[in-house]
C-alpha cells in the first residue's frame, strides 16, 4: 500500500462547508471594500477647494436656512448632538468666535442630527448660554452630504462656498490662532 491510499478523504460534506466559507468571507470583504469605496467617494464633493453641497434645515423657530443664502460671507458648518460630549466641549468657545466676528461677513450654522431635534437642542442652546444659529437635521441628511464620520465634524467655506477648512473632531475655537485664520479669510477679497 502506497501512502495515498491510506489518508483518509475529505468528505464532500467537509468540503462544501469550506468552499462555502472561503467564498463567505470573500463576499464580505468585497462588501466592506465597497462601503469604504462609496465613503471616499461621497466625501471628494466636499474636499478642501471644492464647492461645498448647499443644504436647506430649519431654525429653532421653524424658518428654512440654506447654505447658499450665506454666499458672500464665510461660514462655519458645525455638525453636532447634545449627547455628544466632545461637541459640548468646544460649544463655549465657538460662541466666542461668534460674537468675535458676528456682523463681520461671517456666520456659524450649527446642524445638530439629534433624532428629537428641537426638544433637546432648544435647552441645550439656553443651557449653554449659545447665540449662534442652530439647525435642525433629526434625520441626520447632512452625514452623507457631507460625508460626515463622526461628531463633531466641522467645514469652514469661504465667500465664494468653496470649503476652505475640514476639521474632524472638537478644537478650541477661541484661539489666536483660530481668530487670526478666519479675520484673513473674512477680509480676503471676493473674486
Keep these: 500500500m502506497n501512502a495515498r491510499e491510506t489518508r483518509p ?4 460534506k467537509l468540503s462544501l462547508t469550506i468552499l462555502f466559507v472561503f467564498t463567505a468571507a470573500v463576499l464580505v470583504i468585497l462588501l466592506l471594500r465597497n462601503e469604504r469605496d462609496s465613503t471616499v467617494t461621497s466625501t471628494k464633493q466636499i474636499q478642501v477647494g ?3 453641497p448647499n443644504f436647506t434645515f430649519p431654525d429653532l423657530n ?3 436656512v440654506r447654505l447658499s443664502d450665506h454666499r458672500g460671507k464665510v461660514v462655519l458648518v458645525n455638525i453636532w448632538a447634545t449627547w455628544c460630549p466632545p461637541c459640548r466641549q468646544e460649544m463655549p468657545s465657538m460662541q466666542k468666535l461668534y460674537e468675535r466676528f458676528k456682523g463681520e461677513n461671517f456666520e456659524i450654522l450649527a446642524v445638530s442630527i439629534d433624532s428629537t431635534g428641537r426638544e433637546a437642542v432648544v435647552p441645550f442652546m439656553r443651557t449653554m448660554n449659545l447665540t449662534f ?6 434625520k441626520e441628511d447632512i452625514r452623507s452630504l457631507y460625508g460626515v464620520t463622526g461628531v463633531p465634524e466641522s467645514f469652514i467655506i469661504d465667500k465664494e ?3 476652505a477648512k475640514k476639521i474632524i473632531g472638537p478644537i478650541d475655537w477661541a484661539t ?5 485664520f478666519f479675520q484673513d479669510l473674512i477680509k480676503k477679497p471676493r473674486s
Excluded at 489666536?176 to 487670526?180: E, R
Aim: no cysteine.
Design 9 to 12: 478523504r475529505p468528505s464532500l
Design 50 to 52: 471644492f464647492p461645498a
Design 161 to 163: 462656498g468653496i470649503l
Design 62 to 64: 421653524g424658518q428654512q
Design 133 to 138: 444659529p442652530a439647525l435642525l437635521d433629526p
Design 176 to 180: 489666536p490662532k483660530v481668530f487670526l
